[in-house]
C-alpha cells in the first residue's frame, strides 16, 4: 500500500558548508543532531532517505588546485576523502539515536566502509536504513551535487532535496540586491539560462535529462528537512 507521502524515497544533498554552521571546527554536532533527528521523524514515517555528502567544510579540490601548485586530480582526491570524514560523522550521530546507517563510499575504503553497489544500496533502504553516499562520484573534476543526481538517478530517488545556507533560489543576488524575491519554482531552463548558481552545469543537466526535480533549501529552519523530506512546501521548486 502506498504511503500518503509526495516522496517514497529521497536523495538529500547535504553539502560540507552546511555541516560547519557557525562551529569554529569543520563540523558543528549540534547541526549534524538536528539532521539526524529530523531524519529519524520521517523515516518512522516510511520514507527511504539516502544522503550524499559534501566535503567543503574540509578541502575543496578546485580552489586549492589553483593556489598550491597541486594538480587538479590529487586536490580532487582529497576533497572526495573529505566527504568520507564527514559521512562517518553523519553516520555516527545517526547511530547514536538509534537509526541505522550504511556508508558506502565511490571508491574503496573496506575498513572504513561498505563500498558502493546500487543493488545493495537500495535492499539498505527497502530495509528501512538511511543510506550515506560518500567520496562523491569517485571521480576527480566532479562535485557532489553531480554525486548527488546521479546516486539520484541510480536508485530512482524521486528528488533530490538540496539541503543549503539559504532559504532558496531568488532572482538575483540577495547579498547584494535587497530587491532580490525567493522564487517558489523554477524551470531547469531558467537556472542554466539565468546562471541562478544553484547548482554546477553537470548537476543540473543530469536532473534536467533524468526529470529528476530538485528542491533547495535551508537546513538551519528547524523542521525544513523533515518537510522536505515528506514533500511539504519549503524553499524553491526547481522542475520541467
Ligand atoms: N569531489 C570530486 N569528485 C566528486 C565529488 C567531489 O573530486 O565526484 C571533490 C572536489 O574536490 C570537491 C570536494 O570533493 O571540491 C568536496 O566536494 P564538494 O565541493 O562538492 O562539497 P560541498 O560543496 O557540497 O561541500
Known amino acids: 500500500s502506498k504511503k500518503p507521502y509526495r516522496w517514497q524515497r529521497v536523495l538529500l544533498k547535504v553539502s560540507g558548508e552546511a555541516l560547519a554552521g557557525d562551529h569554529t571546527e569543520n563540523i558543528d554536532p549540534k547541526i549534524t543532531m538536528a539532521i539526524a533527528r529530523e531524519v529519524a521523524s520521517v523515516t518512522k514515517l516510511g520514507v527511504e532517505v539516502a544522503i550524499v555528502v559534501g566535503g567543503g567544510n574540509i578541502f575543496r579540490g578546485a580552489s586549492w588546485a589553483g593556489c598550491s601548485g597541486l594538480d587538479r586530480s590529487s586536490a580532487d582526491y582529497i576533497g572526495m576523502l573529505a566527504t568520507v570524514m564527514n559521512a562517518i560523522f553523519l553516520q555516527a550521530t545517526m547511530e547514536s539515536i538509534g537509526i541505522p546507517t550504511r556508508v558506502q563510499t565511490a571508491f574503496r575504503m573496506s575498513e572504513v566502509a561498505e563500498p558502493y553497489i546500487r543493488r545493495r544500496a537500495v535492499r539498505h533502504l ?19 551535487d553531480t554525486a548527488a543526481a546521479l546516486r539520484c538517478a541510480e536508485i530512482n530517488a524521486e528528488v533530490v532535496l538540496k539541503a543549503t545556507n539559504v532559504d532558496g ?72
Open 126 to 144: 527497502e530495509k528501512g536504513r538511511v543510506v550515506i553516499f560518500a567520496a562523491g562520484t569517485g571521480n576527480p573534476f566532479f562535485t557532489t
Open 169 to 240: 533560489v531568488y532572482d538575483a543576488d540577495p547579498r547584494q540586491n535587497p530587491n532580490a524575491h525567493l522564487l517558489e519554482t523554477v524551470s531547469y531552463h531558467d537556472v542554466t539560462m539565468r546562471d541562478l548558481s544553484v547548482m554546477d552545469m553537470t548537476a543540473i543537466t543530469l536532473c534536467q535529462e533524468n526529470n529528476i526535480p530538485v528542491v533547495v533549501f535551508n537546513l538551519k529552519k528547524p523542521g525544513n528537512i523533515a518537510k522536505a523530506i515528506v514533500g511539504d512546501k519549503v524553499g524553491t521548486f526547481i522542475g520541467c
